[in-house]
């Protein structure tokens, strides 16, 4: 991928975001857009606002956000009379940088988006396409039997699945059918309907009282099956910033975790308390220095671990926050 289009790009960025925006209701030249209540449709907004500016990168390639923004836009035409409000769509993709326009380009037809993880068995994706009825698949890591493919998009096949039978009703206004809490993957647990506007309230109440911008790095460390994956990856794709994948090798080990926080210059990462303590174990005194909030969430935290994250110095100047619930510094 391009870290930074050249002018012909960006011109027919121009005019395709222009009538784009215009078909949803937003004023590209305006501040934030008139409609705040879909994930898809803020992100469009933080395209026009950042066409050049690099999006999300993973240890094989980077996307700006024009990139994401046409990719998801293919997806949505590939899915058109397919699926819509409703509806679900299995989203079976890769942790990398174009993850994001997947998700984003499911959301643009109106229907909600299943997250499927690649390495989860067989049997219980079954179980959870049969659970939310999906019926369409949107994947760049292969299909299961049963699943018949009818059209590319980019690295992305979409395939039509059997019907299901027994599927719940997937409320119009959902964005994600995510699993319970308390639930985790590789459990044969019921999904459950989370809104969008659930995903942007936490967004709209963390951004600002974080003060993060489009200068900011965030990284993307948790499935998207999970709450904390949801809201992590649009607190810096509906606010400018750049979002660093991280690879399940550097999820597993924490020293490598590290070491990738310091490489990209991550200001702002989200952790459970559990992977944090690992975290708060593995990293070096003053190795990450420019990183500026922790945010800890889906657990209360520990004291004790944060206590001796500060008298290590590993990052004097982060501030460490619950935000399971309201946000507050621990």
Request: glycine share 12%; hydrophobic share 50%; charged share 20%.
């Amino acid at each position: 991928m391009n870290a930074t289009p050249d002018h012909g790009e960006l011109d027919r960025l121009s005019a395709g975001l222009a009538g784009l925006l215009g078909r949803i209701g937003l004023d590209p030249a305006g501040g934030w857009p008139v409609r705040r209540d879909r994930v898809d449709i803020r992100f469009a907004a933080a395209a026009a606002r950042h066409p050049g500016r690099v999006a999300a990168c993973d240890g094989q390639g980077q996307a700006t956000y024009l990139e994401l923004e046409w990719q998801a836009d293919d997806i949505a035409r590939r899915l058109s009379g397919r699926c819509g409000p409703g509806s679900a769509v299995a989203v079976r993709v890769e942790r990398s940088c174009m993850a994001a326009a997947a998700v984003v380009g499911v959301l643009r037809t109106g229907a909600a988006v299943l997250p499927l993880e690649p390495g989860h068995n067989a049997g219980l994706q079954e179980f959870l396409m049969r659970d939310a009825g999906a019926v369409m698949v949107v994947s760049d890591s292969g299909l299961l039997r049963d699943e018949i493919p009818v059209a590319k998009a980019g690295r992305f096949v979409v395939a039509v699945r059997p019907p299901a039978r027994g599927g719940r009703e997937v409320p119009p206004q959902a964005a994600f059918m995510a699993l319970p809490r308390g639930g985790a993957p590789g459990r044969a647990v019921a999904v459950r309907p989370v809104g969008h506007l659930d995903v942007l309230s936490w967004v709209d109440a963390v951004v600002p009282l974080l003060e993060v911008g489009p200068e900011d790095v965030w990284t993307f460390f948790h499935s998207l099956s999970l709450d904390v994956g949801m809201r992590e990856m649009w607190g810096p794709l509906l606010s400018g910033g750049r979002m660093v994948v991280v690879g399940r090798e550097a999820a597993a080990d924490p020293g490598g975790f590290a070491r990738l926080l310091a490489g990209e210059a991550v200001t702002v990462v989200t952790q459970v308390p559990s992977a944090f303590a690992r975290l708060a174990g593995a990293a070096r005194a003053g190795s990450l220095a420019g990183l500026r909030h922790v945010l800890l969430a889906e657990g209360p935290a520990d004291a004790a671990v944060v206590a001796r994250w500060r008298a290590a110095g590993i990052a004097a100047g982060a501030v460490v926050r619950d935000v399971s619930g309201s946000p507050r510094v621990v």
